[in-house]
């Protein structure tokens, strides 16, 4: 029988070499030689394809390449044109060395670096980038790019795709201080560290002394720290299981700057560098990906060249595995480092010792310690832990179909209130559940609970007492009932953010299933400087017919707060830089006007974000001189943010410094006496998601209801026309007829009316769930509130009721001259409540604020007023 010893354990170029020569090989003799001869082709094909597919591979990305080798995770910002690199233990994403190329609005300037990071066994890239260029430095020419597989260069090409044992990827620029700086990136074959090199090169005739240091962005959720006995520099997130160490040797790095994002590279306490003329200098760094620290620490002290021991723990209840339990390891009576479990119950890691305590805690499991000790190179450890109790939802709408829901658990009888996630997470943060059908099994500790189960502010909420038992399931079944009637009209929030933006490291999918736990109807997806879109979350979650959405994004430049502007519907080009959309501007009418224009000028709302409206209206650079401010950017916005709605009831004072409380709905006001007709919104920018969204909502004339039917461009049309109520919770209908007649016969917010001899007749109705009041309604005429239009539950309680509607009445209204009106409803002294969370809920008034009517007295055509109501603009001449 023919046979080749030890082909499995050549290369993939000998394991080739062999294939090759059997296809050459002399014909079989007989038919034993021929099946023997077959299966020795076979199992070399196999090798060597086997081979092949752990060899390390550098790909350009492009859409052929896309689904086979962009890596996943939260925090991944790979597009078309980023190379990857990676073997069979990690993956690497190189971005395009371009001038434009982000990762976000907040990680700029990423040409040539490390974009995301990973294992290729556990894809889970939580980096937003690391610079490993010891300097600012800017790559931007794909010019400058080399590349080689085992030793022979590769030319570079959007079709780029290439393997080998040993591929290098390089890049080179100039510093501003005239040094050549080349970064290279070396990937080995089963190697679980990329080589990150800096070479510096002094071509000028005078010494240059500079200081040097990396750059890593790894946020919120992340910790650092330094293992002094292996120089490892470590950024863990413990939570979401993904770490990265830095291995520089005869170097140290130190953490510094607001973030501790810039990694001082130090050398005997300096990070000082002296480069003599015409000499060059190579910075070299071990950059590791792993799935927990304990996992990176012990690879760090293999590449250190230290024992080791392998131990393998498994971790279980009297149920089964537990998942995502967390596992904290002390040696020598010092806390060494944490993991947490897989879905099996299992994690492994390399320890330099053979004996550790383990503390092991889970979600609804008392904690767990224990010392172990063991001889050998392996260790196969297993800890019980006692069983969690179980919640059981079963909550649904009034005729017993599934729906949407916020859960709350809050402790009570001396149990602890549950902390499930952090506050980026998305089904289960801090105390709360957000179930998109209301049914789910959550694990919680024993003990008792106050239960507050909620969808938004047109459901009464539910309020449970629970006891849970260990190893018990409590069923925990509600019906939540819709008694605010919104006919004709629809919820909307049309600005939030999650970690596309780059301020924040909150998961997209918690966005969507906070907007659609609160049942907010409408929902662009507004990003930070990147058009994206909630359709894939709310695809996977299978509630598309719940929550309208379209792509849109919010332009954020500097000057802060002026230049925030968000737009909606926009063009979305996935995996491409920035989705397609526009770059910011310095100039922030240069900035909206391009936001305007975007794709050749089509039909899209646009909204100016939290302005300074002082600022925008005569007074750029806020020195209290009339300078023309930016007025001109009121020409491209179709609303205005205007929040907080309570500050109506406030004029602005000044401070100490004489400066002007920032007050936009007040100075909103002003501007519409000045003539400004732009319409009023607000919303949450929300960016983490513990209660973040919905606590403030517009409410848009629709007609539907249903938001699987919501059109887009009717919602931006009648955002435009200003028919829009703002409210933290309650709903408030207005309309206006005039009292003789008129051919305009009623109007809503946003509508001009005429109302001959200035005779109309206000209709009011505010209603609330159980879990919100208000008591007072206010007229405001000409951005006044008129002391004859004033009710109060003390003063005029005819007006107010105890059940859902909270006020309803006809108001008499006697104009002498043209004025627009506004309708404010507020809860004076209460808040929202827990309903909404401790910061919401603990702060925020029930409050609803109308869009002005217009009333034409005369009929010749409204006439704004011109009154500042008594507080000074910085108005030209």
Not at 634 to 661: C, N, Y
Request: with cysteine.
């Amino acid at each position: 029988m023919m046979s080749w010893p030890g082909a499995w354990s050549k290369s993939p170029t000998q394991s080739a070499i062999l294939v090759a020569s059997y296809l050459c090989r002399p014909p079989a003799k007989n038919e034993e030689d021929m099946k023997s001869s077959l299966v020795c082709f076979l199992t070399l094909l196999t090798a060597a394809f086997s081979e092949c597919a752990t060899a390390t591979e550098l790909v350009r990305l492009t859409p052929a390449t896309w689904d086979n080798y962009a890596p996943a995770g939260k925090e991944v910002d790979c597009i078309y044109g980023d190379y990857v690199l990676r073997n069979d233990q990690i993956i690497v994403v190189i971005a395009e060395p371009l001038p434009t190329r982000s990762a976000n609005m907040t990680v700029r300037n990423n040409g040539a670096m490390i974009i995301d990071l990973t294992r290729r066994d556990r894809p889970n890239d939580q980096l937003s980038v690391y610079h490993p260029n010891v300097m600012p430095l800017s790559f931007h020419s794909p010019d400058a790019i080399k590349i080689e597989a085992d030793g022979a260069n590769v030319a570079v090409s959007d079709s780029l795709k290439v393997s080998g044992e040993r591929i290098v990827w390089q890049c080179a620029t100039k510093s501003p201080s005239g040094l050549d700086v080349t970064v290279k990136y070396t990937l080995v074959e089963g190697s679980d560290a990329l080589i990150a090199e800096t070479l510096l090169r002094n071509p000028m005739n005078e010494a240059k002394t500079f200081q040097i240091s990396d750059y890593i962005r790894a946020d919120r959720t992340f910790e650092f720290g330094n293992d002094e006995s292996t120089g490892l520099f470590w950024a863990d997130d413990e939570w979401f299981g993904q770490a990265y160490g830095v291995l520089v040797p005869g170097r140290t790095l130190k953490p510094s700057g607001s973030r501790g994002s810039v990694l001082q590279l130090l050398k005997d306490g300096s990070d000082e560098v002296t480069l003599q003329p015409q000499s060059t200098t190579t910075i070299t760094r071990s950059i590791i990906p792993a799935a927990s620290l304990l996992e990176l620490r012990g690879r760090a002290h293999k590449l250190s060249g230290d024992e080791v021991s392998a131990v393998a723990l498994r971790v279980t209840d009297p149920a089964g595995p537990v998942e995502h339990a967390k596992v904290s390891v002390s040696v020598d009576g010092k806390a060494y480092a944490s993991g947490r479990t897989d879905a099996a119950g299992e994690l492994t890691f390399d320890l330099p010792s053979t004996d550790m305590k383990l503390s092991v805690d889970a979600n609804g499991r008392d904690l767990v310690e224990s010392y172990y000790g063991w001889s050998g190179p392996t260790a196969k450890l297993h800890v019980q832990l006692p069983e969690a109790g179980y919640v059981v939802g079963n909550i649904t709408d009034d005729s017993g179909k599934p729906i949407p829901c916020k859960v709350a658990f809050h402790g009570i009888e001396g149990t602890s209130s549950p902390d499930f996630g952090p506050d980026s997470g998305a089904v289960t943060v801090k105390n709360l559940h957000y179930s998109h059908n209301g049914r789910f099994r959550q694990s919680i500790g024993p003990g008792k609970y106050e239960v507050i189960i909620s969808f938004g502010p047109e459901y009464d909420a539910v309020f449970k007492s629970i006891e849970v038992n260990r190893g018990e399931a409590t069923e925990l079944s509600a019906k939540l009932k819709r008694v605010v009637k919104t006919k004709g009209w629809v919820s909307s929030d049309f600005h939030s953010h999650s970690t596309p933006s780059g301020d924040n490291t909150s998961m997209q999918l918690g966005r969507v299933l906070n907007l659609l736990c609160e049942n907010v109807e409408f929902c662009p997806c507004t990003e930070h400087n990147r058009i994206s879109s909630y359709v894939p979350h709310l695809q996977q979650l299978g509630v598309e017919n719940r929550m309208a959405t379209c792509s849109g994004m919010e332009l954020t430049g500097s000057l802060l707060p002026v230049n925030h502007q968000n737009a909606f519907p926009l063009k979305y080009t996935p995996r491409t830089q920035d989705g397609g959309g526009p770059v910011t501007d310095t100039n922030p009418v240069a900035q909206i006007e391009r936001l305007a224009f975007w794709d050749d000028k089509s039909d899209k709302l646009v909204q100016e974000n939290h302005p300074n409206l002082y600022q925008i209206i005569g007074d750029k650079d806020l020195n209290d001189e009339p300078d023309g401010g930016f007025e001109a950017m009121f020409g491209f916005m179709d609303v205005i943010e205007v929040h907080p709605l309570e500050t109506i009831f406030t004029k602005p004072e000044k401070d100490e410094k004489g400066r002007l409380s920032r007050n936009p709905i007040y100075h909103w006001m002003q501007m519409l006496n000045l003539g400004y007709r732009i319409p009023g919104v607000v919303n949450t920018d929300a960016h983490y998601n513990f209660h973040e969204s919905g606590w403030l909502r517009n409410y848009l004339k629709s007609s539907t209801d249903d938001p699987a039917r919501i059109d887009t461009m009717e919602m931006v049309h009648t955002s435009e026309a200003g028919h829009v109520t703002m409210t933290t919770g309650p709903f408030m209908e207005v309309t206006l007829r005039p009292q003789e007649r008129s051919i305009t016969p009623i109007g809503i917010p946003g509508d001009d009316v005429i109302a001959p001899g200035g005779k109309a007749t206000l209709s009011v109705r505010v209603q609330c769930s159980n879990w919100l009041d208000i008591n007072r309604v206010q007229v405001f005429v000409n951005g006044r509130p008129n002391n004859d239009l004033n009710f109060t539950r003390r003063e005029t309680p005819t007006h107010f009721g105890d059940g859902v509607v909270k006020f309803e009445t006809d108001i008499p209204v006697e104009l002498s001259e043209d004025a627009h009106l506004i309708v404010a409803a507020i809860g004076e002294g209460l808040t929202l409540g827990r309903v909404m969370g401790p910061l919401w809920g603990g702060e925020k008034p029930p409050v609803a604020v109308s869009n002005p009517i217009f009333v034409d007295v005369d009929g010749s055509g409204f006439k704004a007023n011109g009154d500042l109501l008594d507080v000074p603009l910085p108005l030209s001449k």
